[in-house]
């Protein structure tokens, strides 16, 4: 399917917001529907509501999410990039420190995403395990310290229409690293590490998802972290077919190679 915009993104959570506040919608941990929800469950409502598949944006957590943004970065540089932080954005409360965080998440300088919402035009929207329901915070595009929004994310499912300048075009493109025309273009990667044979951790993790994503096979454990001789041969085939350096090192040309074929995988789905 297309993506969706993301005004009906925001409609939804406009809804949702009034319904929490006549009816109620109390904190599930698990829950994705009006009878209860976590952070994650509801920004996963929302996208199911606007007809985005279950399958496709059901992922394991708010640092899944995270690290699914097709753009990561803090407030102020969402709003120096592309002039606003849109409504229907994600927002999240991000720790640099990434202790706390599940193994899998370790050591991929993303840090631990404990929390996420949903910007509205005034403020935030999230299922709050404080208080116990869904509830609406403070945010006026700006980070708040101290424990607060520190982070917006935009998902890869939203067109957020955004000025063709940015790199974030009416077309739909996602993209940190300007291109304009590409309905749904690369994660910038100039942050991730350099990973080899023999390398564990978050950074193979998202290595082996993306391989496997594109239809490499990375052998029979699947996305387990561990750069083994399988992955190795997956990279080796990836960049022998897209013109790169075949050393089975994953570095920033690789990184880059691996980001551009997702995005065109994508692109050719929709």
Not at 19 to 32: I, L
Request: a neutral charge; charged letters at 25%; hydrophobic letters at 35%.
């Amino acid at each position: 399917m297309g993506r969706i915009q993301s005004e009906k993104v925001a409609e939804q959570a406009e809804r949702l917001r009034e319904y929490a506040k006549a009816v109620g919608v109390p904190y599930v941990a698990g829950g994705m529907s009006l009878a209860g929800m976590d952070c994650q469950g509801l920004c996963e409502y929302l996208l199911i509501e606007c007809g985005v598949p279950r399958q496709e944006c059901n992922l394991s957590g708010s640092n899944a999410h995270w690290r699914a943004c097709a753009w990561r970065g803090t407030p102020e540089e969402c709003t120096a990039r592309f002039g606003r932080v849109p409504a229907g954005a994600w927002v999240f409360i991000v720790n640099e420190d990434d202790s706390s965080a599940s193994e899998k998440y370790r050591g991929d300088g993303l840090g631990d995403a404990n929390h996420m919402g949903v910007v509205l035009k005034d403020c935030a929207i999230h299922a709050s395990a404080s208080r116990g329901c869904v509830a609406e915070s403070r945010f006026e595009g700006k980070t708040i310290r101290n424990g607060g929004w520190n982070r917006v994310g935009l998902p890869p499912w939203v067109a957020y229409g955004l000025d063709a300048g940015s790199g974030l075009a009416d077309s739909g493109a996602n993209d940190a690293g300007g291109v304009e025309s590409t309905p749904v273009s690369a994660v910038d990667v100039s942050g991730f590490y350099r990973i080899k044979r023999g390398c564990l951790g978050g950074a193979v993790r998202r290595l082996q998802g993306w391989l496997t994503g594109l239809g490499y096979d990375i052998g029979p454990h699947g996305v387990d972290g561990d750069f083994g001789a399988d992955t190795e041969a997956a990279v080796l085939q990836f960049q022998r077919e897209h013109g790169l350096k075949a050393d089975g090192i994953v570095g920033r040309k690789t990184w880059s190679g691996l980001a551009r074929a997702r995005a065109a995988a994508y692109q050719n789905r929709e």
